[in-house]
C-alpha cells in the first residue's frame, strides 16, 4: 500500500482537462512544498512533470500545471493530447524516515 | 545534457546480493549539491524510494529496506553502486538511478528527482 492515494484511473477526451489527485497527510504533502509529479509511458523512465508542488521543468508543456491544497495535492492537464496517455506519479518529502514517499499511480486513459 | 545508466546482473538467486552500478555522463558526480538515489518498481506496481547519497558520501535509506541496503559512491568513474543483500522474489523490479539536483544554496535535498537511467530488470529466481 502506498503512502499516497491517487485514483487507480482517469480519463478524458481530446481537447478537455482532467485532474489527477494526490492524498497524504500533514506529515508530507499538507506540511512541506516538496510535491513533484511524474508521467511514465510503458517500458519508459519516469518524466519529471511538476515540482515543489507547481513549477514546471524547462521543456514541459505549460498544459502541465500543479496545485495543493491541505493534505491533498493535484496535477491537472488541460487541452488533452493522445500523447499525454501514460501513468502519473506523485511524490512527497515526508518527515518520517522513509524522506520520500510515492503515490501508488494513475493510469490516464485519453478517449 | 546529464544521462544516467544502469548496469548489473539481470538475474540473481535467493539469498544472493544484488548489485547495480549507476555510471553519471554529461556531468561531474562530486559536482554541486547533488543526491543520487535508486528507485524500483515491481511490474505493474508503484515506485519505491530505495535510499540515496550524496556528493560527500553520506546515505539515507528508507528503512523498510535499510537493513539490507547499501549505497556507494565512486567519484574515479563517475559511479554510484547499489548492493541488496538476501533477497527474495518480492525484490523482483525494474532498478531505477535517479538525480535530486539539491538546493544550490543550502545544499538540501530537493526531494525530486530531474534526470532518471533507463532503468535495468532484476529478476530474483533460482
Same mark, same amino acid.
Given at each position: 500500500? %502506498?503512502? #499516497? ?6 480519463s ?5 482537462? !482532467? ?17 513533484? /509529479? ?11 512533470m ?9 521543456g ?13 495535492a493535484?496535477?491537472?492537464? %488541460? @487541452? ?7 501513468d ?21 486513459? &485519453?478517449? | 545534457?546529464?544521462? #544516467? ?26 559536482? @554541486?549539491?547533488?543526491? /543520487?538515489? /535508486? !528507485? ?12 540515496r ?13 535499510? %537493513?539490507?541496503?547499501? !549505497? ?36 538540501y ?6 534526470? /532518471?537511467?533507463?532503468?535495468? #530488470?532484476?529478476? &530474483?529466481?533460482?
Amino acid at each position: 500500500q %502506498s503512502a #499516497l492515494t491517487q485514483p487507480a484511473s482517469v480519463s478524458g477526451s481530446p481537447g478537455q482537462s !482532467i485532474t489527477i489527485s494526490c492524498t497524504g497527510t500533514s506529515s508530507d504533502v499538507g506540511g512541506y512544498n516538496y510535491v513533484s /509529479w511524474y508521467q511514465q509511458h510503458p517500458g519508459k523512465a519516469p518524466k519529471l512533470m511538476i515540482y515543489d508542488v507547481s513549477n514546471r521543468p524547462s521543456g514541459v508543456s505549460n498544459r502541465f500545471s500543479g496545485s495543493k491544497s491541505g493534505n491533498t495535492a493535484s496535477l491537472t492537464i %488541460s @487541452g488533452l493530447q493522445a500523447e499525454d496517455e501514460a501513468d502519473y506519479y506523485c511524490s512527497s518529502y515526508t518527515n518520517s524516515n522513509t524522506h520520500v514517499v510515492f503515490g501508488g499511480g494513475t493510469k490516464l486513459t &485519453v478517449l | 545534457q546529464v544521462q #544516467l545508466q544502469e548496469s548489473g546482473p539481470g538475474l540473481v538467486k535467493p539469498s544472493q546480493t544484488l548489485s547495480l552500478t549507476c555510471t553519471v555522463s554529461g556531468g561531474s558526480i562530486s559536482s @554541486g549539491s547533488y543526491y /543520487w538515489s /535508486w !528507485i524500483r518498481q515491481p511490474a505493474g506496481k508503484g515506485l519505491e524510494w530505495i535510499g540515496r547519497i550524496y556528493t560527500s558520501g553520506s546515505t539515507n535509506y528508507n528503512p523498510s529496506l535499510k %537493513s539490507r541496503v547499501t !549505497i556507494s559512491v565512486d567519484t574515479s568513474k563517475n559511479q554510484f553502486s547499489l548492493k541488496l543483500s538476501s533477497v527474495t522474489a518480492a525484490d523482483t523490479a525494474v532498478y531505477y538511478c535517479a538525480r535530486d539536483p539539491g538546493h544550490i544554496l543550502t545544499g538540501y535535498p530537493e526531494y525530486y528527482f530531474d534526470y /532518471w537511467g533507463q532503468g535495468t #530488470l532484476v529478476t &530474483v529466481s533460482s
